[in-house]
Nanobody, 126 residues
Framework: QLQLIESGGGLVQAGGSLRLSCVAS????????MGWFRQAPGKEREFVAT????????YYANSMKGRFTISRDIAKNTVYLQMNIVTPEDTAVYYC???????????????????WGQGTQVTVSS
């Protein structure tokens, strides 16, 4: 059973930076992709970024490119999201997601992922 534990959320001022972490743990798990989604109050969940765990290829939502950077530490089974120049519009609960099945087609689609973390709140003050 794969478990995802996020950390690093909190309150940050607009223009600041924050780094989120997500550790994957469990017995004999295989990860094909790990990434981040977010959900702001009153809005639908949206894709942020993800990594193909095998190839290391990165995928970003167009609106996140340039400000957000996803990275990983394979040895630690950890994926990171570096958030720079944040704005109040980045306020949301950020969820870590992982896909333990091969053959992912649409990396930006939440239904492609079969494991989710509990979420970490990011609040950006103006």
């Amino acid at each position: 059973q794969l478990q995802l534990i996020e950390s690093g959320g909190g309150l940050v001022q607009a223009g600041g930076s924050l780094r989120l972490s997500c550790v994957a743990s469990g017995r004999s798990f295989t990860t094909y992709a790990m990434g981040w989604f977010r959900q702001a109050p009153g809005k639908e969940r949206e894709f942020v970024a993800t990594i193909n765990w095998r190839s290391g290829r990165l995928y970003y939502a167009n609106s996140m490119k340039g400000r957000f950077t996803i990275s990983r530490d394979i040895a630690k089974n950890t994926v990171y999201l570096q958030m720079n120049i944040v704005t109040p519009e980045d306020t949301a609960v950020y969820y870590c997601a992982a896909d333990s099945s091969p053959g992912i087609v649409n990396y930006g689609l939440g239904t492609e992922y079969d494991h989710w973390g509990q979420g970490t709140q990011v609040t950006v003050s103006s």
